[in-house]
């Protein structure tokens, strides 16, 4: 496959701004591949990341699913050739400047990446590949430790399951035989259940707490000790460390003010991030085990198509109406793709 050599590519063009440019390629190192990308998937990350953390002339975006375009020399025996579909996430224009997924081609390691069956979309493949499928699978598999095959149906709770985050790790976590128990606007109780929830709660109700300690005990699975605040805000961690009780552990997805009280309780924050580095070794071989299972899970029906509700935009022109729709928190119990090809 030959390649060009520019490409468009979403950038940075004040804080808060971005627009479409047509530069050069990213290189790609001796032991990454480059993708040429079909799909994309957004993420809350992408415009924070515009809005605080970037500066103008810098790519964003991070999940992204294509075709293989080139494989660096030391990468050649780790299972990817040029024209393979595959799909995965990188931190956009965050370590490299020139490196989002927003774009034509991205660069990227292969343990980061999977090959994407041909029975999936792209514009499936994308979220799958990216921050929330991951993040869920490092949270319950790769921190909680909870095994992908448990024979020991252990509750969990899922806050806030509604979420991109939530909606997957529902699905991961009833997939490994754990209970689980989530909270959701009631508009989005039905999808949760269809995910896997055993049972459902409003998180504005007043009593939701006593009602997930109730369900625990009721269940007969024992009493909760686990939870993953996929939303992190407006006090849920509170609520999940109240509903695990002391000894418990909750998961958190931003870290909670300086004054929380963890009552005992035991509070971890992760970053989906630490997974892509070689150097944060443990969190880095936990995800590209998962890597090498999801096509599998894919073909045996575990994970499929349509599995989370899309909202699709085509082409680069509207991915910053994309962006502008996550970052007004328009988006519940759907993941926003745009296909680039
Ligand atoms: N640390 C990490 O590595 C990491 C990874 C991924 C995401 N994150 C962060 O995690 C957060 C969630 O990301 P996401 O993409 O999963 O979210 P998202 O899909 O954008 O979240 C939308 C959902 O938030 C729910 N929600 C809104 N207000 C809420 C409230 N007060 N209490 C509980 N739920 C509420 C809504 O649920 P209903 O529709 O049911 O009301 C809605 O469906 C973001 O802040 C993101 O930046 C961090």
Redesign the pocket.
């Known amino acids: 496959m030959s390649l060009p050599a520019t490409h468009k590519a979403l950038v940075v063009v004040e804080p808060g701004k971005v627009a479409v440019k047509e530069q050069p390629l990213p290189k790609y190192g001796d032991d990454e591949l480059l993708v040429n990308v079909k799909a994309v998937a957004l993420?809350?990350?992408d415009w924070?990341h515009i809005d605080n953390l970037l500066k103008p002339g810098q790519s964003i975006g991070c999940d992204f699913a294509g075709d293989v375009a080139a494989v660096g020399s030391n990468a050649q025996s780790k299972g990817f050739s040029v024209g393979d579909p595959v799909a995965g996430f990188i931190r956009g224009g965050f370590v490299v400047h020139d490196n989002g997924a927003f774009q034509e081609y991205v660069a990227a390691l292969p343990e980061n990446i999977w090959h994407k069956p041909a029975s999936l979309p792209y514009e499936d493949a994308a979220p799958m590949g990216g921050?929330?499928l991951?993040?869920a699978v490092?949270a319950i598999h790769g921190t909680l430790n909870f095994p992908y095959e448990s024979t020991d149906p252990q509750p969990i709770l899922i806050?806030?399951?509604?979420?991109?985050?939530?909606?997957y790790a529902i699905k991961i976590a009833s997939l490994a035989g754990l209970k689980v128990v989530t909270?959701?606007?009631e508009?989005?109780w039905e999808l949760?259940k269809s995910l896997g929830a055993d049972a459902v709660f409003d998180?504005?109700d007043p009593q939701v707490v006593q009602k997930i300690q109730q369900w625990a005990q009721s269940s007969g699975h024992g009493p909760l000790r686990a939870a993953l605040d996929?939303?992190?805000?407006?006090?849920?961690t509170n609520l999940c460390v109240e509903a695990v009780g002391q000894g418990g552990r909750v998961i958190?997805?931003?870290p909670p003010p300086k004054e929380f009280d963890s009552k005992g309780a035991e509070v971890k924050?992760?970053?989906?991030?630490?997974t892509l580095k070689p150097k944060n070794a443990d969190d880095h071989r936990k995800m590209a085990e998962w890597y090498k299972k999801i096509p599998s899970y894919i073909e045996s029906g575990k994970l499929y198509k349509g599995i989370v509700p899309l909202k699709v935009f085509h082409g680069f022109d509207q991915l910053p109406e994309a962006i502008d729709y996550?970052r007004q928190?328009k988006?519940?119990?759907?993941?926003l793709v745009v296909t680039l090809k």
Not at 159 to 166: C, I, K, M, N, P
């Open positions: 993420n809350p990350t924070k921050i929330a991951s993040t490092h806050w806030s399951g509604a979420t991109g985050v939530g909606m909270t959701a606007s508009k989005n949760v998180y504005k996929t939303i992190s805000e407006h006090g849920s958190t997805l931003l924050t992760i970053l989906v991030y630490t996550v928190g988006v519940s119990a759907q993941k």
